[in-house]
Nanobody
Framework: VQLQAFGGGLVQAGGSLRLSCAAS????????MAWFRQAPGKEREFVAA????????FYADSVKGRFTISRDNAKNTVYLQMSSLKPEDTSLYHC?????????????????WGQGTQVTVSS
């Protein structure tokens, strides 16, 4: 499975961005999907995860109420709608997937990791 994330960019604080991550390859190896982020010099941080049905979602406390994760299984794509962006959201955003549940992904377990898309929020 290959993951391609896009949609990042430069935005002012308070603005919005929508990230997308398309998975290709063996669709039967895709179950839960998630977003992580990692800024230079910082540890990887869980952002959001979603179950295969889309009914179960988890968010990091730092993004709860501002970010929304969703998915389109017909397109094997996961989205991250980001609103009310803050400078501290600046990071490289990666998507991840595998046969793990959303709960397992939240704990940092995954089979496949995609290249990131840069999000920069200016103050």
């Amino acid at each position: 499975v290959q993951l391609q994330a896009f949609g990042g960019g430069l935005v002012q604080a308070g603005g919005s961005l929508r990230l997308s991550c398309a998975a290709s390859g063996d669709s039967q190896s895709i179950y839960g999907m998630a977003w992580f982020r990692q800024a230079p010099g910082k540890e990887r941080e869980f952002v959001a995860a979603i179950s295969w049905t889309g009914y179960t979602k988890f968010y990091a406390d730092s993004v709860k109420g501002r970010f929304t994760i969703s998915r389109d299984n017909a397109k094997n794509t996961v989205y991250l709608q980001m609103s009310s962006l803050k400078p501290e959201d600046t990071s490289l955003y990666h998507c991840a997937t595998g046969l793990q549940t959303a709960e397992r992904l939240r704990q940092g377990e995954y089979d496949y990791w995609g290249q990131g898309t840069q999000v920069t929020v200016s103050s």
